[in-house]
């Protein structure tokens, strides 16, 4: 069939009738007389192959055809994923539903609960609107077999996506109620293909149930904070500024703050109602440059102590502090600063139980190898694992993991998965600890690489508009790897995909220095980006100064060297 051919047939079993007309409107500009180009390519693009579901379930441009985010692919993605379950248990599979505010999330959301009641399964609907870390939750809460969450987290206004947890009789142990691995991706992918077009799926909306696990999250949120020894007056005492970046955590993480003592909140108002198109930001994420413009300027003006961002669905938490020497006297901790403070704070305060073997802390391979110290520190396991929750969260025994792409893991036992919310929950019992003894976060780091060497960490990330720029630069850095970093000979250097230490193969380089340098470099699993994550060491006297200056004239160096290494300087 050609492209023509196949978005009318899809078109013509598309029950979404927004979408049909776009498609026709499409098809017809396609194909008249005039024939308009641009539109042959954009129906090209439209048309590349199905949007092809994997570890991270399915995430794309929202529109027409079979390579967007619509009604029908959801419809034709939960056939496929029901038809999976019911092969996976003996009765009816349990599957809890929620969404964000994204373009289409509640109508995903619905097409998702239709097909799953029709095919014989329990729906439980949650309200539209909430943090991905809710569902999560819920999964663990109600015995749910499964979870989909309708979000594309922290991209562009544009996507959409559609994220699946596995739990109660199909993933159990460590891994239940966490997001799904090979090979049940794969076996789900293959489901979905033979799923018959979204025209011919029957739905049965009217059969799924409303539920509503929040006030037992937020009574979560709150033991969570309350174990942790501050004050009513040193809790209420914290001036904390919180952005929910135009999603929809600021309801939730308010009320969770609130619940654990924090009543001195304050929302950016410009961007604490949901809003889809994210107006005040370039980019939807807490870590792009000029995300926290607004949430400074706030702080500024009241006085705050510590700004608490959250990503638009909820799972991510970035942290600023004061800094007289930065501009504006506000500071961003890196990812790695926030997992280093949050895995200290958590070693610190953790219960010792009757556990045959220690604890565990965990990160991902790409995140820094601070916490590894820090872990040793306490005298607790600690476990490096691939990038991404669906691998971290399912490590046994941990009592905390991050990765640091701002997300963290606060309570395993009830969230198998990142959760902004009980981070920043966390995050604000440290910093009000530390206000009530006259200290600070910063002196909390400071204190860290005193004990342990500053771990300096920073990414070097290549967006790319043509794709397979991204495979190019991993084959440069292959077949030529430097043999220095920053003047420092390369002592080690690893094709991930041969495995690394009790790793599973993955596409990454691994390079150390003599000096104790380490740069990973990876293709990004979600965003069409190369990407590098950057770390030095270096020793601190036990009562000098911090050589944050010469970490980061390093780690500049090395980010010279590795645009020269992968091609993409």
């Known amino acids: 069939m050609t492209i023509i051919d196949r978005a009318r047939d899809w078109a013509s079993h598309d029950p979404d009738t927004a979408t049909r007309e776009e498609l026709n409107q499409l098809i017809d500009s396609a194909t008249n007389s005039a024939a308009d180009s641009a539109a042959r390519t954009e129906l090209g693009s439209r048309f590349t192959g199905p949007l092809m579901f994997g570890t991270a379930g399915l995430r794309g441009r929202v529109g027409a055809g079979e390579t967007r985010m619509n009604r029908a692919v959801v419809t034709r993605a939960?056939?496929?994923?029901?038809?999976?379950?019911?092969?996976?248990?003996?009765?009816?599979?349990?599957?809890?539903?929620?969404?964000?505010?994204?373009?289409?999330?509640?109508?995903?959301?619905?097409?998702?609960?239709g097909v799953i009641a029709a095919a014989g399964g329990r729906a439980l609907v949650l309200p539209a609107q909430l943090p991905t870390p809710i569902t999560a939750f819920a999964v663990r809460h109600l015995g749910a077999d499964a979870g989909i969450m309708v979000t594309a987290s922290h991209n562009p206004p544009d996507d959409n996506g559609y994220k699946v947890y596995l739990g109660g009789r199909v993933a159990?142990?460590?891994?239940?109620?966490?997001?799904?691995?090979?090979?049940a991706d794969t076996e789900i992918a293959g489901a979905i293909a033979a799923?018959?077009?979204?025209?011919?799926?029957?739905?049965?909306?009217?059969?799924?149930?409303?539920?509503?696990?929040?006030?037992?999250?937020?009574s979560r949120a709150e033991e969570i904070g309350r174990a942790f020894p501050a004050?009513?007056?040193?809790?209420?005492?914290?001036?904390?500024?919180?952005?929910?970046?135009?999603?929809?955590?600021?309801?939730?993480a308010v009320r969770a703050l609130e619940a654990?003592?924090?009543?001195?909140?304050?929302?950016?108002?410009?961007?604490?109602?949901?809003?889809?198109?994210?107006?005040?930001?370039?980019?939807?994420?807490?870590?792009?440059?000029?995300?926290?413009?607004?949430?400074?300027?706030?702080?500024?003006?009241?006085?705050?102590?510590?700004?608490?961002?959250?990503?638009?669905d909820a799972d991510r938490c970035s942290t600023a502090i004061p800094d007289s020497d930065a501009p504006g006297g506000w500071r961003q901790l890196t990812g790695d600063e926030i997992g280093a403070l949050l895995g200290e704070f958590l070693a610190s305060h953790r219960e010792n139980g009757d556990t045959a073997e220690p604890p565990v802390l965990a990160n991902s391979i790409v995140s820094g190898r601070l916490l590894a110290r820090i872990a040793a520190a306490h005298g607790l396991r600690h476990q490096a694992t691939l990038t991404g929750f669906?691998?971290?969260?399912?490590?046994?025994?941990?009592?905390?993991?991050?990765?640091?792409?701002?997300?963290?893991?606060?309570?395993?036992?009830?969230?198998?998965?990142?959760?902004?919310?009980?981070?920043?929950?966390?995050?604000c019992s440290l910093a009000a600890g530390l206000k009530a003894t006259g200290r600070s976060l910063q002196d909390e780091l400071d204190d860290l690489a005193r004990r342990h060497g500053l771990h300096a960490t920073a990414p070097l990330t290549f967006r790319v508009a043509d794709t397979s720029l991204i495979a190019e630069g991993m084959r440069t850095l292959r077949s030529a790897p430097p043999s220095q970093l920053?003047?420092?000979?390369?002592?080690?250097?690893?094709?991930?995909?041969?495995?690394?230490r009790d790793l599973p193969a993955t596409d990454g380089m691994l390079?150390?220095?003599?000096?104790?340098?380490?740069?990973?470099?990876?293709?990004?699993?979600?965003e069409p980006k190369l990407k590098c994550y950057l770390e030095v060491v270096l020793p601190v006297a036990t009562d000098g100064a911090i050589p944050r200056t010469t970490a980061a004239e390093r780690l500049e160096q090395i980010r010279t060297d590795m645009a020269k290494a992968t091609g993409m300087g």
Not at 196 to 217: C, G, Q
Not at 411 to 423: E, F, L, M, Q, S
Not at 486 to 500: F, I, N
């Open 78 to 113: 939960t056939h496929g994923l029901m038809s999976w379950l019911n092969d996976q248990v003996d009765d009816t599979p349990t599957v809890v539903i929620g969404c964000d505010a994204r373009h289409g999330s509640a109508d995903f959301r619905k097409a998702a609960a």
């Open 172 to 183: 159990s142990g460590p891994a239940e109620g966490v997001q799904l691995i090979s090979p």
């Open 195 to 218: 799923a018959p077009p979204a025209d011919e799926i029957a739905l049965a909306w009217e059969k799924s149930e409303h539920v509503d696990v929040l006030d037992a999250y937020l």
């Open 231 to 252: 004050t009513d007056a040193a809790r209420s005492g914290l001036r904390v500024v919180l952005t929910p970046m135009h999603g929809v955590g600021g309801y939730t």
């Open 260 to 312: 654990a003592g924090f009543t001195d909140v304050h929302l950016v108002p410009g961007q604490a109602e949901p809003d889809p198109d994210f107006p005040t930001v370039a980019f939807p994420n807490p870590e792009e440059p000029g995300a926290l413009d607004l949430s400074m300027e706030l702080a500024r003006e009241i006085d705050a102590d510590i700004i608490i961002a959250l990503d638009p």
């Open 390 to 427: 669906k691998w971290i969260a399912r490590t046994p025994g941990m009592i905390f993991g991050y990765e640091e792409a701002i997300g963290y893991c606060c309570d395993p036992t009830r969230v198998r998965d990142k959760d902004g919310v009980t981070a920043a929950v966390t995050m």
């Open 486 to 500: 920053a003047g420092s000979p390369v002592v080690e250097c690893v094709d991930l995909l041969d495995g690394y």
């Open 511 to 526: 390079l150390v220095t003599r000096d104790d340098d380490r740069v990973i470099v990876r293709p990004s699993g979600t």
